[in-house]
């Protein structure tokens, strides 16, 4: 089971208890960014790119443990930047252990083997190490702009995993992504043990400098539905650290409306408005977010243009686990949805099959932001023809 049960029972408890409340709007996970800065510049990435003078701030552990207090969620989320550059990190989740908080620490996994080695964190059914692995290694390393990286965080997780740490993975897919690598992928995440794994559609961040290559709705519906259908011939074994109703929404078998109010995020800047990937104002306190922002104003319905092509887990996640909890329709969808997790469907094993003989990965990610004009097969090998200097539009 990729989750213990005492935190499902804790969070179905928590849910069940907002809804005796009468509460339409609660946290379920609690995005807490201690900081921004990173020892990576992912093309993807909309947070390092604030100047030097922000990227140096970080929340103190006593204003994180504020923010967790105020906020009352079961689950804290800390991603950043890179959480395992702040100096005070062990403070703050051994802050966060002792107030009962499941917590998963996002890490590119850089330094985790280093601050394991050196004693910073002990094993516990509080924290998980939730690592960003953007594919294989090829995929991977291309995606966050540094070789090499695949192979130092598979390194930190091997020795976490055999040091009795909770880990998952954190993937992001971008235009482009090759689906039979990324089934390739995740038979490699569980052959080294982790409890589960997170998959996401990429959101285009206004301050990513890479535009081109988020993906829009139907694409996103046609790309997860030929990686997660058809589990047979051993994929049954893949372990999701996330609602099966949310794969189900990526796959397009399922209609949720965002409920950006079940992951609220708190930084440097305060409490952020709307949600985690916009950045629209900031509340002095999550009272004041909840209450005062015009919810009603994004969302697909809404007609938000910056809302129409994001599926991003910190907006449905948390609309599918509701929908869990809703009504014994949703928590039988939610077991068969477990049960049943094979999803036959030829026509996208089919298209799947068609996928693999395209090419993909870097190479065919340089036609596509112009750095070359094709992709050539030649003895079985794929190379490109590069743009000539001067002449990229």
């Given at each position: 089971m990729p989750v213990p049960i005492s935190q499902m029972w804790t969070v179905a408890t928590y849910v069940l208890k907002q809804k005796l409340l009468g509460n339409k709007r609660y946290p379920l996970v609690l995005m807490l960014e201690p900081l921004f800065r990173c020892n990576l510049a992912c093309a993807g990435c909309?947070?390092?790119q604030y100047p030097a003078h922000i990227l140096k701030k970080q929340l103190t552990p006593e204003q994180c443990f504020k923010a967790v207090e105020e906020c009352g969620a079961p689950m804290v989320s800390i991603p950043g930047g890179e959480p395992l550059l702040h100096p005070q990190i062990k403070e703050i989740v051994e802050g966060l252990i002792a107030r009962r908080k499941y917590i998963y620490l996002c890490t590119n996994a850089l330094l985790l083997k280093e601050k394991l080695e050196a004693g910073w964190f002990k094993p516990s059914k509080y924290l998980t190490f939730s690592v960003h692995m953007d594919g294989q290694e090829e995929h991977h390393d291309f995606a966050v702009c540094r070789e090499g990286t695949y192979a130092k965080a598979t390194e930190g997780i091997r020795l976490a995993v055999q040091m009795g740490f909770r880990v998952t993975t954190n993937t992001t897919l971008f235009q482009g992504a090759d689906p039979n690598s990324v089934r390739g992928f995740f038979d490699e995440m569980m052959e080294l043990g982790v409890e589960g794994m997170m998959v996401s559609p990429g959101y285009a961040y206004d301050k990513a400098p890479d535009q081109k290559n988020f993906?829009?709705?139907?694409r996103t519906n046609e790309l997860f539905e030929m990686i997660l259908s058809n589990r047979k011939d051993g994929k049954r074994t893949w372990r999701f650290n996330q609602s099966p109703l949310f794969l189900e929404f990526l796959m397009g078998s399922r209609e949720y409306s965002c409920t950006p109010w079940g992951m609220p995020t708190y930084n440097i800047f305060g409490w952020q408005?709307?949600?985690?990937?916009l950045q629209e104002g900031y509340a002095d306190s999550f009272r004041e977010l909840i209450a005062e922002t015009a919810w009603d104003n994004y969302g697909v319905e809404s007609g938000n243009p910056k809302c129409q092509n994001c599926m991003v887990h910190s907006g449905y996640e948390a609309s599918a686990v509701n929908h869990t909890f809703a009504s014994f329709g949703g928590m039988f969808a939610t077991v068969k949805a477990m049960?049943?997790?094979?999803?036959?469907?030829p026509?996208?094993?089919?298209?799947?099959?068609?996928e693999a003989a395209k090419p993909h990965g870097p190479m065919a990610q340089l036609v596509q932001i112009g750095l070359a004009t094709d992709v050539v097969e030649k003895n079985g090998k794929h190379t490109v023809k590069l743009v000539e200097a001067g002449s990229a539009a």
């Open positions: 909309g947070k390092i993906l829009g709705r139907k408005k709307p949600c985690y990937l049960i049943f997790n094979t999803y036959a469907n026509a996208a094993k089919s298209r799947l099959t068609e």
